[in-house]
């Protein structure tokens, strides 16, 4: 039986930069602090394209890396928390026209920050099943669009950007395991709560700015942390995999204090850890494939390199991912 293998990586930032020192000067806080509580110095932020344009713009590259044409992939899977539009058309099905595409299966996935772990576990189940051959898989994120640009506590965490991959069946490098879970009791510690059927667009529900991301951001903190760890320990027992026979540690970029402490957890060294915080803030689903594609493009991600994956978002959802890299 053929296997699920990443067999490219591709990502786009939009080109503006935001600073923290540019925060100061909109909200009130600095850049020490900032620095300290989560590790991010900037983030990059999308003026004139939507969600679908980073997405294409990234798709462009992990389909052309897979030596692939438009024609080939059948099926577009997006995570997304920031869609071009909120109920409909997909944003995959935007990105889908971009490329030229027609006649595949295309849909949105909506796992918050876990995005990208839980579209693994579908192109996986979906290529090992052999029902699909080439899938494109997106996380993309416009957040400054639904971040609150007056509210300290979170408009310093988020940024836009967005990562591809394309998933093939191969004979070997490939997913070797994903485990996806959620927990809806959490659902209100961060949420979007506006613009959909409890509080529908209102001038009232707007002046109450319900339509942007709340967060109690220190008791997802110590959720996010504890059920990391347990999360990463659990798949590599149940795979027999050591800490040290991981080659790459890239987990969601959210706080490199979250990621520091899987890390120790882990015994991990730098050379085994991926960190990209600093640089694009909390991406949501985009994260991942964005910091696969830093390891990829500085040369640190290899064919064959064995990579555990985590991430936590809204929901709350979480998971993990153990897989070779399959491309070149
Ligand atoms: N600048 C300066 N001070 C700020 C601030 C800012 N941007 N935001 C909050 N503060 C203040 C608070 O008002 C509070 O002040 P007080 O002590 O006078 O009440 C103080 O800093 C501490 O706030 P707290 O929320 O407890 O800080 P924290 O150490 O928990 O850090 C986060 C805040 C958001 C960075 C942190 O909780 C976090 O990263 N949470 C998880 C985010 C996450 O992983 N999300 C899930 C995946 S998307």
């Not at 706080?255 to 402490?261: A, P, Q, V, Y």
Request: negative net charge.
């Amino acid at each position: 039986m053929k296997k699920a293998s990443m067999i490219s990586i591709g990502a786009y930032v939009p080109k503006e930069i935001l600073t923290n020192s540019d925060l100061e000067k909109m909200v009130d806080t600095n850049d020490e602090w900032i620095a300290q509580r989560t590790g991010i110095k900037t983030r990059h932020i999308a003026k004139n394209e939507s969600t679908s344009d980073l997405g294409y713009q990234a798709s462009k590259i992990a389909i052309k890396r897979a030596g692939l044409k438009n024609e080939d992939i059948d099926c577009i899977i997006c995570a997304t928390i920031s869609p071009d539009h909120l109920c409909m058309p997909s944003t995959a099905c935007k990105i889908s026209n971009l490329l030229g595409i027609k006649n595949i299966t295309a849909f949105d996935i909506s796992a918050a920050c876990t995005g990208f772990i839980y579209l693994l576990e579908l192109a996986k189940s979906l290529i090992e099943s052999g029902v699909k051959k080439n899938i494109l898989i997106i996380g993309t994120e416009k957040l400054s669009s639904i971040v609150n640009w007056k509210d300290r506590t979170t408009c310093i965490l988020f940024g836009d950007g967005a990562g591809a991959a394309v998933i093939s069946a191969r004979d070997d490098n490939s997913i070797l395991d994903v485990h996806t879970a959620s927990d809806g009791e959490y659902a209100d510690l961060l949420t979007t709560p506006g613009c959909g059927s409890i509080h529908p667009a209102t001038h009232e529900m707007v002046d109450q700015n319900l339509q942007f991301i709340h967060m109690k951001g220190n008791e997802v903190f110590k959720v996010a942390v504890n059920t990391l760890t347990k999360d990463v320990i659990d798949i590599l027992e149940k795979n027999e995999i050591s800490p040290k026979e991981i080659d790459l540690f890239i987990p969601h970029q959210a706080n490199l204090r979250i990621i520091n402490s899987v890390k120790q957890k882990l015994k991990l060294t730098d050379e085994q850890c991926i960190v990209t915080v600093q640089k694009y803030g909390n991406t949501s689903s985009a994260s991942i494939p964005m910091a696969i594609n830093d390891a990829y493009e500085s040369g640190r991600l290899k064919k064959g390199d064995l990579m555990l994956l985590d991430a936590f978002g809204g929901g709350f959802t979480w998971g993990s991912a153990l897989l070779k890299f399959g491309g070149i």
